[in-house]
């Protein structure tokens, strides 16, 4: 009998479906835990057995709201490059309007951190998925506009600007709250909730949402498009931003907002992004972003350019699935052993994963890059979370993410002018040989400067002292320093 044929799209959504049921178990309470507590037998998930029936509950629908707002935003990557294509734009448009994105998250990043704070986890998170629900009708406006070219005249040298890119830089901007807004939210009503002892392994889990959500997304978008053009695609994109807020509207938020520090914390905000325990972690993320933004923007016009045959949703879908593995080894590992040593890894196979993607020249080599990468931000991102989580007080935990994160915006928004321009020079497989650089140079920096000095950042880095910017009692496994 001849093998029934299974399309790229069909794959990766049955692919998403088995990990959302792995997501769903991760963070269900066990029906059999207090059986097995009586008996001795040993639970499934120890940490969530820990927690009252009404953390449980709002943990599950802070995972599925997290869900539906990666999958929603993530949803577009196959697809907004072609079709900004169609409105006229260039190699280098396309890198520009991608990286207003950033822009966007810039500006709203040192607000939406304090607020996080000042006013709750609860209502960032709205803000956030507002932007997923309403950004995809906006793109679809714009190619509903007339197509106008305007004349422009500055410092003596005249040149034409697009209407429709200059809208879709607005949009994308727009956009950029939703990132600003929700994932430093849900990261802090995260840790939040989890002890110190063990809180890479609630991060690892609670971060599950993020690979299914890319895995679900970009396969589903790409799909969509595929079966029905733009308009579908986009508009269940936006439907998912939607399905997401009903359930944030259910959030009980359980840590009280410190509305009394805001002024003072407004000022200070920029001026403790140099300090020891935010500097490194902040420049680290700053050329993994620079890798990441490449990849998110330019991976399917670099597999058009090598004539690849390939669904570039599977390359996401890759990356996704390696990713959510990762997420479940890691967390646990690391309150035994510590964070430096994971973050030290996570950086030399991100450099490995840019390499393969600089020399991929078939559908096997992408997809081997995208699961590669996939390993290493599943390990990277959770990482500097608890890392940043445990440098960090509850009043100030929305401030200290968003100043490490900057890093990571800043990074996003250089990618795409920058190697876009590039790429039009050197060619879209040039640029990825030149991220994989970015990322080995954060390898160099996390081992030399990741701790107070030399010694303790090299003990540090290779798991053998333990992080001296700890505030909350835990510093991570017990170790000579």
Known sequence: MAPVPVDGGTLSIFVYIRMVWWGVRAIAPDPLSSHRHLTGEPASVTIFSTFSPSVRSNLAVL???????????????????????????????????????AI????????????????????????????????????????????????????????????????MMAIRAFHGLSIAAFVVAYSALVVDLAPPANRGELIGYMTLVNPIGLALGPALGGFLYEASGFRVAFAAMGFLGLLGLGLVLRLEEPYPPQTDRQGADAVAFWGQLWSGRVRTPAMIL??????????????????????????????????????????????????????????????????????????ADSAPLFLLAGVIQGMAGGTLIPMIAA????????????????????????????????????????????????????????????????????????????GQGRDIYAVDGWQGPAQPD
């Open 104 to 167: 966007g998250l810039l500006v709203a990043r040192p607000t939406l951190a304090r607020l996080a704070d000042t006013r709750g986890r609860k209502l960032v998170m709205i803000i956030g998925l507002i932007a997923v629900a309403v950004a995809p009708l906006g793109y679809l406006l714009v190619q509903m506009l007339p197509h106008m070219q305007m004349p422009v005249s500055l410092g003596g040298r005249a040149f034409t600007v697009d209407g429709s890119i200059l809208a």
């Open 387 to 462: 890392l940043m989580g445990g440098r960090s007080s509850p009043a100030d935990r929305g401030r200290t993410f968003g100043l490490a994160m900057v890093g990571f915006d800043v990074g996003i928004a250089l990618a795409g002018p920058i190697f876009g321009t590039l790429a039009d020079a050197i060619s879209y497989r040039g640029i990825f040989g030149l991220s994989g650089v970015m990322t080995l140079v954060g390898l160099v920096i996390f081992i030399t400067a990741s701790s107070k000095d030399l010694p303790h950042s090299l003990r540090f880095a290779l």
């Open 286 to 359: 700053l050329l993994v972003g620079l890798a990441f933004g490449t990849l998110s923007t330019f991976v399917p016009l670099y597999v058009r350019e090598a004539g690849v045959g390939l669904n570039v949703g599977l390359i996401y879908t890759a990356s996704a699935v390696a990713s959510f593995t990762s997420r479940l080894v890691v967390g646990r590992a690391s309150d035994r052993h510590g964070r430096g040593r994971f973050i030290t890894a996570s950086l030399a196979i991100y450099s490995l994963a840019m390499g393969m993607f600089w020399l």
């Open 63 to 101: 995972f599925a709201a997290g869900l539906c707002f990666w999958a929603g935003l993530a949803g577009l990557l196959p697809t907004l490059p072609l079709f900004i294509e169609t409105l006229g734009g260039s190699g280098q448009q396309i890198g520009i309007v991608m990286a207003s994105f």
